[in-house]
């Protein structure tokens, strides 16, 4: 079967008291619609978009994405 | 649905417009001579009021929406402009030779006609565009 990549972001919001899609677009500078579609899978981010994330929950980035 | 999605719908639906009535209009003249009028007053008024209806839209869905609309694209909304603005530009490629082979060679072919069909693949070029954004934005791509 194909690996993807995919990724704990919802459940990381919802650790930093249910944290809203819109708040976390702010801080790492994208859109809303972003974030969704990164959420989903849909959209795979760029490094920087993904170190931001990571960085954002505080977290590694193998804790925020992964590729199985 | 995001700011740039309406947008996009905005400028598709002003652009099928223009085109609509752009393409009567060609018609009536070319084929059916049925119009006396100046058609480069017609075409670019048509477009003037079309522009104006676009930037009217746009402002009403930025003030619907004002933080998004002063957001600039980022990385998602650039990609999905480069993925439809690259099949756009095969659109405009094929449309172009097209347009200027049977603008060479159809029977009583003219100046105006190859016009016609030049606008006609700038116009069919920026529906496949923004149509091509359209899907993309609706498939959360």
């Not at chain 2, 070319?30 to 839209?57: K, Q």
């Not at chain 2, 004002?66 to 099949?87: G, H, M, N, Y």
């Not at chain 2, 060479?104 to 030049?118: E, I, V």
């Amino acid at each position: 079967m194909a690996k993807a990549i995919q990724n704990n972001i919802r459940r990381l919001r919802f650790d930093r008291k249910e944290m809203t899609q819109q708040e976390l677009a702010d801080r790492i500078g994208v859109t809303r619609q972003t974030v969704n579609a990164i959420e989903l899978g849909k959209y795979s981010p760029s490094l920087e978009i993904a170190f931001r994330i990571s960085e954002v929950f505080g977290v590694p980035l193998d804790q925020v994405f992964q590729y199985r | 649905m995001s700011f740039r999605e309406k947008s996009a719908w905005i400028s598709f639906i002003c652009i099928l417009i223009f085109g609509t009535l752009y393409g009567w209009h060609a018609v009536d003249v070319e084929w059916l001579h049925a119009r006396n009028g100046n058609s480069v007053a017609y075409v670019f008024g048509t477009m003037a009021a079309l522009v104006v209806l676009e930037i009217a839209l746009h402002v009403a869905i930025a003030v619907q929406s004002p933080r998004d609309a002063r957001t600039p694209k980022d990385e998602r909304e650039q990609l999905i402009d480069l993925r439809a603005s690259r099949v756009a530009f095969y659109v405009l490629f094929i449309g172009t030779l097209a347009s200027l082979g049977l603008g060479m060679h159809l029977p009583g072919a003219n100046r105006f006609l190859m016009a016609q069909l030049l606008m006609s693949a700038i116009i069919t070029t920026l529906l496949v565009r923004f149509g091509i954004q359209i899907v993309l934005y609706r498939r959360d791509a």
